[in-house]
Each structure stands twice: as C-alpha cells, then as structure tokens.
C-alpha cells in the first residue's frame, strides 16, 4: 500500500507555544488529506479535510484560528496547533486518499502539552 | 448526520471466532471499512466492501448488508496477537472515512 508519513511522532510543548505537525504522502500524490484527533480508549475524531491549494474545510467544533493547516503541495500537508494547552494533548493522525478506497494513515503525533 | 454503532468491547479465548457487528446511518455511503489498532499505534487497514456479501481476507473476514445499513468482521483462530481495538467505518465519499467508537477485543490464553 501507500505510505503516508507523519513527523514527529510524539512531541512534549509548554503551554502557550505552537506545534507544528507534517504530513506527507512518499510514493503518491495526495489531493485530499485528513486529520484526526484520538483522546485515549476513543475513536477518531475528524478534525479537518485538508485540500490541496484550497482552504481546509473544519468539522463542527474544531477551531479553524487555532489548529492551522497548510496543504501547499500534493505531498505534505502541516497541522499548526496554536497556543497549546493541556486540554489539547492527544493523539492526532493523519489520513491520506489517493486512487483505492482504503485511507491511509500516517504513524499518528502524540502531543503532550505541559 | 452520521453515527456508528459497534460494542465497546468483547472479550474471547485462543483459537475461538469472534464477530464484531456494526450498524451505521450515514448521509452518504460508498462503503465501509474495518481498521485495527493497537495500543499507541496508527490504524491498519483490514477490509472495505462496498456492496453486499463476505469479503475473506485469511483470518478475516468482512460482511455488508446495505439494505440493513449493517456488517461485521469475522475473526478466526485468534491469536495474542489479535488483541486491539477494531473500528468499523463508512466511506461516504470523496476518500473521508467517519469512524465508529471502536470495539477493544481481549484475548485470553
């Protein structure tokens, strides 16, 4: 299958700071990228359909000010999370379609905001 | 709206069957899917069907009924190793995926 990689895969920030989260897709192009939010023993949460040179399109709920996304090319795809704060330490993943129906995920970038 | 119904958990021996059900109501539906995973890991895909029927995969196996809006996944000889969280989810176009809660299978010995 595809790979979709996701950097960093876990991350600690003081609140208050930014953190950014980059994915990318390595052997295809990716015109359409989403991402996710797991909090521990949940499912995952769709935060945001990243397109390719367009503005993201944000789920109800998520705050477009506060988790930034940049999909400047139709390999990467970056998730800004602004002015961190305890209650946003999760687990967050990307997704990446291409030509199959199957989704394919980056490793996933656990933020541990302190 | 959309919403996923599958069991919070199921628990099952060494070597035994276990079947993991799941009943959606989406706007939209092309298909639906099962991933895995496990604890700290990313979701790994295991099946999609997108019309009615089975889909075998070795140990794994899929079903769909659209006209019930239902499907499972069918796990055989299980192993250690299948212990993780299983999550059904519908493709309701445009390559998103909408998960449901998830079903966290334990295996015993």
């Known amino acids: 299958g595809a790979v979709v990689s996701q950097h960093p895969s876990w991350v600690i920030c003081k609140s208050g700071t930014s953190v950014k989260i980059e994915c990318r897709s390595l052997?295809?192009?990716?015109?359409?990228m989403f991402w996710y939010r797991q909090f521990p023993k949940q499912s995952l949460m769709l935060m945001a359909t990243?397109?390719?040179?367009?503005?993201?399109?944000?789920e109800q709920g998520v705050e477009k000010d506060k988790f930034l996304i940049n999909h400047a090319s139709l390999t990467l795809s970056t998730l800004t999370v602004t002015s961190a704060h305890p209650e946003d330490s999760s687990f967050y993943i990307c997704?990446?379609?291409?030509?199959?129906?199957?989704?394919?995920f980056g490793q996933g970038t656990r933020l541990t905001v302190v | 709206g959309q919403s996923l119904e599958q069991p919070s958990e199921v628990t099952a021996v060494e070597g035994a069957i276990v079947q993991i059900n799941c009943t959606y109501q989406?706007?939209?539906?092309?298909?639906l899917s099962w991933y895995q995973q496990h604890d700290g890991g990313a979701p790994t895909f295991l099946s999609y069907?997108?019309?009615?029927g089975l889909e075998e995969t070795g140990r794994f196996s899929s079903f769909l009924s659209r006209s019930d809006s239902y499907g499972y996944l069918l796990l055989q000889e299980l192993q250690m190793k299948d212990s993780a969280s299983y999550f059904c989810?519908?493709?309701?176009?445009?390559?998103?995926?909408?998960f449901g809660a998830g079903t966290r299978l334990f295996v015993k010995a």
């Open positions: 997704s990446a379609g291409g030509e199959s129906t199957e989704a394919f």
């Open positions: 052997d295809f192009q990716a015109t359409t």
């Open positions: 990243s397109n390719e040179g367009s503005k993201a399109t944000y």
């Open positions: 989406t706007s939209g539906f092309y298909g």
């Open positions: 069907n997108a019309l009615d």
């Open positions: 989810a519908v493709d309701p176009g445009g390559f998103k995926t909408i």
